[in-house]
T-cell receptor, first 112, second 116 residues
Framework: ELKVEQNPLFLSMQEGKNYTIYCNYS?????LYWYRQDPGKSLESLFV???NGAVKQEGRLMASLDTKARLSTLHITAAVHDLSATYFC????????????WGAGTKLIIKP | DAGVIQSPRHEVTEMGQEVTLRCKPI?????LFWYRQTMMRGLELLIYFNNNVPIDDSGMPEDRFSAKMPNASFSTLKIQPSEPRDSAVYFC??????????????FGPGTRLLVL
């Protein structure tokens, strides 16, 4: 059974600092997604990672995937207040072409 | 494209009443998902449609919940009768399949349901 674990679940940090959110999953997968959710809002797709070693960057966010370690990271560089949100990873198992297993989310608060 | 459209955005109802949530997927997407999000349980998949056909409804909590997709541009999720524990945010998401795998799921704005 595919399980997804995110950590930390809560992160409070100062503007200008760097930090990393981790997403571990338990069985082989061929796709991993990162989403952002602002309070009271919908989920917005950030990144899709499909292969080992994949790295994608958008502004101050960079996501990477290590399929051998079953680990994805979302790195935040020089955080700014606007990045405050909850970040979810979602992993697709090989036994399903549609089912995504969602992490619990990391609530990120960036203090000005 | 307007994205996934959901209505109503907010719904307050009394226990025992029927609630109908509506969703219009992104044009051209052939897969549609209904999710429920609560603080306690996180994001749960309720039902998945592919080409208007329900493929997986194992997440539907009980017989009080039903979902339909009469055509490619419209789906409903109905709760009858509603109960306070159904209070949650209900999201609809759509996607398109390619190479036997679905691509990114795009979420609607959600319906915030409160059952008193």
């Amino acid at each position: 059974e595919l399980k997804v674990e995110q950590n930390p679940l809560f992160l409070s940090m100062q503007e200008g600092k760097n930090y990393t959110i981790y997403c571990n999953y338990s069985t082989t997968s061929d796709r991993l997604y990162w989403y952002r959710q602002d309070p009271g809002k919908s989920l917005e797709s950030l990144f899709v990672l499909l292969s080992n070693g994949a790295v994608k960057q958008e502004g101050r966010l960079m996501a990477s995937l290590d399929t051998k370690a079953r680990l994805s990271t979302l790195h935040i560089t020089a955080a700014v207040h606007d990045l405050s949100a909850t970040y979810f990873c979602a992993v697709g198992g090989l036994d399903s072409n549609y089912q995504l297993i969602w992490g619990a989310g990391t609530k990120l608060i960036i203090k000005p | 494209d307007a994205g996934v459209i959901q209505s109503p955005r907010h719904e307050v109802t009394e226990m025992g009443q029927e609630v109908t949530l509506r969703c219009k997927p992104i044009s051209g997407h052939n897969s549609l998902f209904w999710y429920r999000q609560t603080m306690m349980r996180g994001l749960e998949l309720l039902i998945y449609f592919n080409n208007n056909v329900p493929i997986d409804d194992s997440g539907m909590p009980e017989d009080r919940f039903s979902a339909k997709m009469p055509n490619a541009s419209f789906s409903t999720l109905k709760i009858q009768p509603s109960e306070p524990r159904d209070s949650a945010v209900y999201f609809c998401a759509s996607s398109i399949g390619e190479g036997g795998r679905l691509k990114t799921q795009y979420f609607g704005p959600g319906t915030r349901l409160l059952v008193l």
